[in-house]
Every structure is written in C-alpha cells, then in structure tokens.
C-alpha cells in the first residue's frame, strides 16, 4: 500500500539517519549485533528498562548481547516492533519535560500466541545464554500465598498432559530446558523481571515441580545448569496509549506503532547467581548483589504498596491517575502516614539506602503529571499484588505485636473494589484479576454485609494464609475499613483510620 502523500514515515532501520536531532539513536554499530538474550513479554515495562539497560552496555561495551523479544501472549509483535526492524522510541517523561530516544537492542521479534514452537525455537537455540522475562504476576502460575506451582491451574493441567505443547510459562520453559538438554545441553541463565517476592525463587520452583513430573532425571539436569538469580526491577512504565504514539508524530514527526514512555526513575538489582556468562548490566548502572531480598522489600512495600493503595482507594474516590489521587489531600496524608508509620519499621536495613528518603523519593515519582498511570490499570491483578505489597509487612507487624490499622485500608480496598467491580467500572474498564469471579460469587450471596464478605473473602487460602486470615486483629481492622469504603461515603473510613 503507498502512503498518503505526505504522510509520516514509519520508523526502521532505514529512517535512523534521517531523524531529527531531538532523538538520540543507537551508537554502536546495529547491522553486527547477534542475539544472545530472549525475553519473554515484550510490553511497556520491558521497553523501558531491559531493553534499555541493555542498549546502554552496547553502547559501552558492545558484545553479542541482541535481543530476541518474544510473545506468547498478546498483543502479536509482528505488525509493530516486527515491521520496525526491531527499533522503537523511548520517552522519558516528566511534568512538562521529554527526552527521546531510539532504542536498538531488540534485534528480532517472535509472535508465538497460536503455538509455543516458533518461542521453543528460540529458547532451545544454543545462541541464546539468557532468558529474561516479563510475564506478569500471574504468568508464573503459582499460588501468591505459598510460591508453590499451582497444579490445578488449567494451563499446568493442559501442558502436563501435552508437554510437548506448552502453553503456560513454566511448560515452556521446562520444555526449551529439555530440548537443550536433548540437543547441545549448554548451561541457562533464567532471569525473571516480574515484580514478586523471590521471583527467582518462585520461578526456579515452579519449574523444578514441573520438570520432576516429566521424570528422567530432567530436574537433577535443570539443578545443574540452570540458574535462576532474584531481581528486583524498577521504572513506572504504563500501558502506551494512542496519544503516546500521536505525540511522537506530532513532535518528531515520523509513526512509531511500539513507542514506550516511563518516568526519569529507574533501578535493577540483581542476584549474583549465573549459569554462564552475563550482560554487564553493571556498567549500565544496574547493581549485582549477593541477597535482593532488603531491596526487593522497600521497592514492593513503599512504591508498589503506595501504588496499590492510591489505586484501589483512588479508583473508589472517583479519580483516574496515579497522579490524581496522590494530588488528593485525604489519600496523599493517608499514603504518607502508612508508609512512613507501618511500612518502614517492618524494612531490612538496604545498603546504600535511606528509607525516609526513598518513601519521599517514591511519592515525589508518583506526583509526576506525564506520567499518566490508570488505577484501574494498577489494581488489575491485584490478588497477586496484595501478598507483596500489603499482606507481607502486616504479618511482619503482627508479629511483633504492632498496629496494622492503616495498612488494613487498603486490603479492604482490594476488596471493595472486585465486589463493586462489574456494577460500578464494568462498563467503562473490563475488571481483570483472577479471583474476580471469585469474589462477585461471595458478594451474590453475602449482599454487601461488610463482615460476611470479609470473612469468605478470608478464607481463600490461596492469598490470605490461614495464619492470618485467622487473626482477631487483621480480621476486625480490615472488616471495619471493607464496611466503611462499601458505604455511601468511601473516604470517612479512610479518614477514620487517620483518627486513631
Ligand atoms: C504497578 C507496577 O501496575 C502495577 O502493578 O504498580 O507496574 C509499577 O509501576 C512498577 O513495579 C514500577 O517499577
């Protein structure tokens, strides 16, 4: 098809010359770049930090560090970053301020949603020393209050009858492991970019409990020479809109169908544990560390939990940002005070880092108005998030006898919000979390009775352990705040909670 005369060009390898001087290009020579890393889930997020931090090395220290994006999920890759020779636009964005800049690390991308062979392909090829991924919370398929993989998962119960057909994460990568093994047998780095606790933990165990099912010694080999380092990643990255990509015209003036945008901020630690060799992310400003588990804590626990909290409550206020609910007089007092009063004491000392100042670090980041973060978005999933976020310091805080009056707000909050779901956002924003359905089967037959609801909700043992899920205070703090926030006036429970 001829585009329209004058109409924009699109972005590939053929226009990086051409670009107008506003947009910085890659430095290192594109054409000799070899892939040597697959990274499963290319969204936003992976835009934005991987696939930069790598871009970054090459420019420093160029190796065969090219990147293999694949997706076994949507959206299909092949019509955007595909029809760009792998190139796309990366904005930083704040307030009023916009630095862009073209991305090259990406030499390739696979569209494996129909069938995991073309991903397998990848994965198994004896080029690749590295796979990183991205696949959401829920990709793992595990159970949030345990790590342990979820046998009774449809895809595990598929993939375990068909293994030579994968279609969840751990089948597919328990299979790419075997056919290395049945071919060249060279050792793996598997590193997971997902925002769980442990999260080389859970998926090394998730893996493990699949491949000990395949038999034949499969797990013993995968002990041997696969590894699979902890990390904890950072950048706030939301789902790209079509004004993103209108902007990118509009300033620069060419089409780019895979532009990414996230905040100035940006940090990825990572677990010195590897089969092989490893980008020297570290020369890009990422930090290699023996144990990620202090900084995993404060990143999950004050922006992620900060996150959590102003969307599920700001999303009950009526407001649509991150920014916008931050901005809320009421909710960004709330936030600071649970922060600073629950979520700090229940932190492991981090080195190189001062608590106080990353909570006003973290909130100053959520403050910026470029940043135009969905709570709806944010509260996706939150089943999965809540564990980390939320749920982890208050055991912690249990524990030692302290209060968890605050921190209990926005449970409740994860709470109202599915059982509100389809009646108030149905419409306007399809509600996504797994235990959604779930939850609107408890609220059929409870109503809205705050201490009925919040007891079903309780009991499913697959988020709240039984140990908590049975304590007397936990129980009360959070049944308190559900009645409030499901009341005709949502935030008195929240000011309540401030009054304590
Ligand atoms: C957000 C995260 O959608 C969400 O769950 O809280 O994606 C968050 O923006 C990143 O973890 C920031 O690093």
């Known amino acids: 098809m001829n585009a329209a005369p004058n109409s924009p060009e699109t972005l590939g390898p053929a226009l990086l010359d051409r670009l107008p001087s506003a947009v910085q290009t890659p430095s290192y020579d594109r054409a000799a770049l070899t892939p040597g890393i697959a990274h499963l889930g290319v969204g936003a997020f992976h835009r934005c930090h991987q696939a930069e931090y790598t871009d970054d090395l090459l420019s420093l220290q160029f190796d065969r560090w090219g990147i293999v994006g694949i997706n076994i999920r949507p959206p299909r890759l092949a019509d955007t970053l595909g029809r760009q020779g792998g190139l796309y636009t990366r904005l930083i964005r704040e307030n009023s301020h916009v630095e862009a800049r073209v991305i090259g690390s990406i030499v390739e991308v696979v569209d494996s949603q129909d069938s995991a062979a073309p991903a397998l392909d990848v ?7 590295l796979v990183t991924m991205t696949v959401t919370e829920k990709g793992y398929c595990h159970i949030p209050s345990s790590g342990a993989l979820d046998l009774g998962h449809p895809d595990i119960v598929h993939d375990l009858a068909n293994p030579q057909a994968p279609r969840s994460v751990p089948g597919i990568l328990t299979r790419a492991l075997e056919l290395r093994r049945a071919t060249h047998g060279r050792k793996l780095t598997l590193l ?6 442990t999260n080389g933990v859970i998926l090394e165990n ?4 699949f491949a000990e099912r395949r038999g034949n010694g499969l797990a013993d080999w995968i002990a041997a020479n696969a590894a699979f380092p902890s990390a904890m990643v950072d950048r706030i990255a939301p789902a790209v809109t079509q004004d993103d990509l209108d902007s990118v015209e509009q300033w620069f003036g060419y089409r780019d169908a895979a532009v990414a945008v996230g905040e100035p901020f940006r940090q990825w630690v990572i677990e010195k544990k590897f089969a092989g060799r490893m980008p020297r992310w570290d020369l890009a400003g990422a930090t290699f560390v023996e144990d990620v588990t202090p900084f995993e804590h404060l990143k999950m626990r004050v922006l992620n939990g900060a996150q959590t909290t102003l969307a599920t409550l700001g999303v009950l206020a009526g407001l649509e940002h991150t920014f916008d609910a931050v901005a809320d007089p009421l909710l960004s007092v709330f936030v600071h005070r649970m922060l600073v009063e629950e979520t700090l004491p229940t932190l492991m000392p981090v080195p190189g880092m001062e608590p106080l100042a990353y909570v006003e670090q973290s909130l100053g980041r959520l403050r910026n108005t470029a940043i ?15 564990v980390q976020r939320l749920l982890n310091p208050i055991r912690d805080r249990l524990r030692q006898g302290q209060g968890i009056d605050l921190l209990s707000v926005p449970v409740a909050g994860w709470m109202a919000y599915l059982v509100q779901a389809s009646a108030r956002f149905g419409k306007r924003w399809p509600v996504s979390d797994p235990y959604a359905g779930k939850v609107a089967e408890i609220a059929d037959m ?3 009775d705050a201490p009925a609801l919040a007891c079903a909700i309780l009991a499913i043992d697959t988020i709240f352990d039984p140990g908590l899920a049975a304590n007397a205070t936990f129980r009360e703090a959070v049944t308190s705040a559900l009645g409030a926030l499901l009341s005709d006036d949502p935030m008195a429970g929240v000011r309540h909670s401030l009054e304590q």
């Open 123 to 129: 994965l198994a090829s004896p080029d690749i020393e």
């Open 372 to 386: 135009r973060h969905r709570n709806h978005q944010i509260a996706t999933d939150g089943s999965q998030k809540i």
């Open 206 to 209: 998730v893996v493990r409990t």
């Open 192 to 197: 997971s970019c997902d925002n769980i606790p």
């Open 446 to 448: 409870t109503g809205r």
